[in-house]
C-alpha cells in the first residue's frame, strides 16, 4: 500500500473519533477503528482515566493473548509477546497521558517501517477524542447531579418530621452514588448513639435489622475518625474487625460514608453500600461532590425547613437578579409541554440578547454591568405580567420568556411591550446607558409528546428555535430596540458618515506569533479612527454605531483594501506575512462579498492564501441557519477562515464540521484567567479540539509571560497581546519587523 493510501487510511479511520460521542462509544470506536491505521491480526486499548477507573478494550484478540497483554506493563515500542509482534504507542493529548494502543501480528509476520508513526498518529486523534468525550461527560454528569439534587431539595421541602427527612435521603443515595442500597444514619449527641430512621434497596429481611441498628463511636473506630475529620471515607474489610462484622451482618463489600454537617457539627452520616456492583477503592472526586451536595441538602432540611428553602430558591435562581435559572426555566417549560400533551394548548417562548454587555464591563467596570443585568430583569419581569408566566436568566446577557397558553400573535404582543420596556435609558456607573435587545421566538403546539423524555427533547428544541429566532432577528436587525440616542452619540453617528472617504481612518497592525519558531506569521488588521476634533475616537464606541447605521461595511471594506495594499507592499521587501482582517455581519451576509474580496486581493496583489477572515460565533450560526455561502466561496478562493471569540457562544462540533474553518481564536477573556483551574481546563480543551479537527488555534489577549508558557505547553499554535506586540501603524510595525525588535519569545529545543 502506497505512503498517501496509508495516509488516508489513517484520516479516514481518525475522521469520527472527535464527535462529542459518549465515552464508552468513542472508547470503542477508537479500538475498533485502530485497523485503519494500521492493518493488524488485533489491537488493544489499555487506559486509565482521570476518575482512576481502567478501561481495556480490543479487537481480533484471542482470550489467551488478551489475558497476557492485560496483565503485561506495555511500552512504547515494538516487542515479542507469545510469539506476536506487539508495537505499542502512547495515548496522550497535550495535557493528559491516558494510557497505551497496541497493534498485534501474527507470528511470522512483521511491521512496516511507517506503522509506528502511522499508530502515533493515530493515538494523537484518539487522545484528543478520548478528552473531549471525558470533559462532555462530566459536564453532562454535572448537568444531572444538578437536576438530581434539584429534584432531591424539591422532595425534602414536603418532609416535615426527621425521619421523613433521612428516608428521602436514603432513597436519592443510589441515583447519585450508583450504589446498590442506602442508609442515612443520625447522630444524637445527648445519648451518643447513631441510628438509621432512612434506608433504600434493602431485601425485605434487612429492613427491620438496619432500621434496629444502634453504634456508639465507642464501638466504631471509624465512626471516631470520621467525627475527628469530618471527611468522606470508605469503610471495607481492610478496616477495624467492628468494620469487617458490620459488613457481614449486612452482607455488604463496602460502605462509603459522607458527613451531614450543620455549623460545622455532625448531625449525620450519609451512608452509601455496594453489594454486587464493584464498590470503588476511594470515593473519587466527582461521587465526593454528588454526595457532598446531597448531604448538604440533607444537612439544611435537618436543621430548619425555612433555610432549606432558601437553599432550594438558591440552587434554582439566579444570584445576580433572583429571577430563575436556566434549569428551573427548563423544568417549568417540560411542566407546561405536559398540558400540551393533554389539553392541546400552545406554549411560546422568547429568547432576548442584550448586546453591548461586554462593552460596558470594559468601559465603566463589572459592578455597572451587573447593575445593567439587575435592571433589565427587573423590565423584563414587570414587562411579563401574568401569573404563570416566568422570565429567567439563562446566562451571561440572555433572558428567556416562558409564556404557557400563548401563540404566535400573542407572542408578538408580548415581545412588543418587553421591548417597550427597554425604551428608556438605564443610569448605571454613573452614566446614562443604551442597550440594544434582540428577540426571537417560538412556539409549540398541540402534539403527541408520549411521555416525560420527548417533553425534554422538545423543551431543548424549542430553547435552540427561539435562539435562532433571535440570531435572525439580529443579522436582519429585526426585533432590535433601537433606542433614542445621546447627544454624544449623535455626533458621533453624525460625524461618521463619510469618514473614510475623508481618510480619518487608519490601519493598526498587530503581530501574531508562532509558537513552534518564535517567529512574526501574520499581523491582524484593527480600525483607528482619528477626527480632526475628537481625536482618536474608542472603537468601543465608533464600532457599535457603525454596525447599528450599516456605516460598517463602508468602513469595512476601506479597512481591507489599505490592509490588503499595505501586506502586499512588504512582500517587495522581503516579508511575507498573513494578514487577519475581521468581517461584520453586514458585510457577510452580501450576496456579493466573496467576489468583492477577490477583487481586492486581485488590485493589491496579496495572495489569497496569505488572506484570513475573522468571523464571530454568532456569524457562523447565521451562516449555518441561512444556508449562505460567502464562507465556502471565500474558501475555495484559498482565503483561511477564523472564528473568532471561541468558546463564548453557541457554536459546535457539528457546525464547526460543516463549514470550512481552517481557524480557531482564543478570546482574550479565557486567556486573561488562565491561572484560574476551570478556566485553563477550558481553554485546553478548545485547543486540544482545534488539534482534532486539524484547524490552527490562536489565543488572544496575550499580556504576561506565564500565560505565554502555559498556552505553549497546551499546545496552542500562535498567540498574540500586548506581551508580545501592541497595535500600531503599518510603518511602526515595519520597522519592528526589519530591525527585529519584538519581545523575543524562546524556543523550545
Wanted: glycine share 10%; hydrophobic share 45%; charged share 25%.
Amino acid at each position: 500500500m502506497h505512503a498517501e493510501e496509508r495516509l488516508r487510511g489513517l484520516h479516514s479511520a481518525a475522521s469520527d473519533l472527535v464527535s462529542g460521542a459518549s465515552l464508552e462509544e468513542t472508547l470503542n470506536s477508537v479500538a475498533e477503528r485502530a485497523d485503519g491505521a494500521v492493518h493488524a491480526r488485533g489491537h488493544l486499548l489499555d487506559l486509565r482515566l482521570p476518575n482512576g477507573v481502567r478501561h481495556v478494550r480490543s479487537r481480533g484478540l484471542d482470550p489467551s493473548l488478551l489475558e497476557t497483554l492485560r496483565e503485561t506493563s506495555l511500552e512504547p515500542g515494538i516487542r515479542c509477546v507469545e510469539g506476536a509482534e506487539v508495537l505499542t504507542v502512547t495515548v496522550a493529548s497535550a495535557t493528559r497521558k491516558y494510557g497505551m494502543l497496541a497493534a498485534v501480528v501474527s507470528p511470522g509476520q512483521a511491521f512496516f517501517p511507517e506503522d509506528e508513526d502511522l499508530l502515533a498518529a493515530y493515538a494523537q486523534h484518539a487522545a484528543v477524542g478520548i478528552e473531549m468525550s471525558v470533559l462532555l461527560g462530566e459536564a453532562r454528569e454535572q448537568e444531572e447531579t444538578a437536576r438530581l439534587l434539584l429534584r432531591v431539595a424539591r422532595s425534602l421541602a414536603g418532609r416535615q418530621t426527621v425521619s421523613a427527612v433521612a428516608q428521602s435521603v436514603a432513597e436519592a443515595v443510589p441515583l447519585l452514588s450508583g450504589a446498590d442500597r442506602s442508609a442515612v444514619a443520625l447522630w444524637e449527641p445527648g445519648v451518643g448513639k447513631v441510628w438509621l430512621p432512612g434506608s433504600s434497596g434493602w431485601p425485605a429481611d434487612l429492613v427491620e435489622r438496619v432500621a434496629q441498628y444502634v453504634t456508639t463511636p465507642e464501638e466504631s473506630p471509624e465512626l471516631r475518625e470520621l467525627m475527628a475529620a469530618g471527611l468522606p471515607m470508605i469503610v471495607n474489610r481492610g478496616g477495624s474487625a467492628w468494620a469487617r462484622d458490620v459488613l457481614d451482618e449486612f452482607g455488604v463489600e463496602a460502605m462509603g460514608w459522607v458527613p451531614i454537617r450543620v455549623d460545622d457539627q455532625l448531625v449525620g452520616i450519609i451512608l452509601a453500600h455496594w453489594v454486587e456492583s464493584a464498590p470503588p477503592p476511594v470515593l473519587g472526586e466527582a461521587l465526593t461532590e454528588r454526595l457532598w451536595g446531597l448531604a448538604g441538602l440533607a444537612g439544611v432540611a435537618l436543621d430548619n425547613s425555612r433555610l432549606l428553602d432558601e437553599i432550594r430558591r438558591q440552587g434554582s435562581h439566579d444570584a445576580l437578579t433572583g429571577l430563575p435559572n436556566r434549569a428551573l426555566f427548563e423544568a417549568r417549560l417540560e411542566s407546561a409541554l405536559g398540558e400540551v400533551d393533554r389539553e392541546g394548548a400552545q406554549v411560546a417562548v422568547l429568547f432576548c440578547n442584550v448586546s453591548r454587555l461586554k462593552r460596558i464591563n470594559d468601559s465603566l467596570g463589572h459592578g455597572a454591568g451587573d447593575e445593567l443585568l439587575r435592571q433589565v430583569a427587573g423590565r423584563l419581569s414587570a414587562a411579563v405580567v401574568r401569573e404563570g408566566d416566568t422570565v429567567a436568566r439563562c446566562s451571561g446577557d440572555e433572558f428567556v420568556v416562558l409564556l404557557p397558553g400563548v401563540g404566535d400573535s400573542d407572542a408578538e404582543d408580548v415581545a412588543a411591550r418587553v421591548r417597550s420596556s427597554l425604551t428608556a435609558p438605564m443610569r448605571v456607573g454613573g452614566e446614562e446607558v443604551f442597550v440594544d435587545l434582540a428577540i426571537g421566538f417560538a412556539v409549540a403546539d398541540a402534539a403527541p409528546l408520549a411521555g416525560p423524555q420527548n417533553r425534554r427533547q422538545l423543551s431543548q428544541r424549542l430553547i435552540e428555535r427561539a435562539y435562532e429566532d433571535m440570531h435572525r432577528a439580529r443579522a436582519e436587525a429585526r426585533g432590535l430596540v433601537h433606542l433614542e440616542p445621546s447627544p454624544d452619540r449623535l455626533r458621533v453617528e453624525t460625524e461618521l458618515r463619510g469618514a473614510a472617504g475623508r481618510g480619518e481612518f487608519r490601519v493598526h497592525l498587530q503581530p501574531q506569533i508562532d509558537l513552534a519558531s518564535g517567529r512574526v506569521v501574520a499581523v491582524e488588521a484593527l480600525a483607528r479612527w482619528y477626527h480632526p476634533e475628537m481625536g482618536l475616537v474608542s472603537p468601543g464606541l465608533f464600532v457599535p454605531i457603525a454596525e447599528d447605521s450599516g456605516m460598517i461595511e463602508e468602513i469595512g471594506e476601506y479597512i481591507l483594501r489599505e490592509a490588503c495594499r499595505v501586506v502586499a507592499g512588504w512582500r517587495e521587501q522581503g516579508i511575507d506575512l498573513e494578514l487577519a482582517v475581521n468581517v461584520s455581519a453586514v458585510q457577510l451576509n452580501k450576496p456579493d462579498f466573496a467576489e468583492l474580496v477577490h477583487q481586492v486581493l486581485m488590485e493589491s496583489g496579496l495572495p489569497c492564501d496569505r488572506l484570513v477572515v475573522e468571523v464571530t460565533e454568532s456569524q457562523v450560526m447565521s451562516q449555518v441557519a441561512a444556508g449562505n455561502g460567502n464562507l465556502h466561496r471565500l474558501r475555495e478562493l484559498g482565503v483561511g477562515i477564523s472564528v473568532d471569540d471561541f468558546g463564548t457562544g453557541y457554536s459546535s462540533l457539528a457546525q464547526l464540521r460543516r463549514l470550512p474553518v481552517t481557524e480557531v481564536k482564543v478570546d482574550q477573556a479565557f486567556t486573561a484567567q488562565l491561572t484560574d483551574e476551570d478556566s485553563a481546563a477550558f481553554v485546553a480543551g478548545i485547543v486540544g479540539l482545534g488539534q482534532g479537527l486539524g484547524l490552527r488555534v490562536v489565543a488572544e489577549g496575550v499580556e504576561t509571560s506565564a500565560q505565554l508558557e502555559a498556552l505553549r505547553g497546551m499546545g496552542c499554535h500562535r498567540v498574540q497581546g500586548y506581551f508580545l506586540g501592541r497595535p500600531a501603524d503599518p510603518a511602526a510595525v515595519l520597522e519592528t519587523l526589519l530591525a527585529g525588535t519584538l519581545v523575543p519569545i524562546p524556543v523550545p529545543v
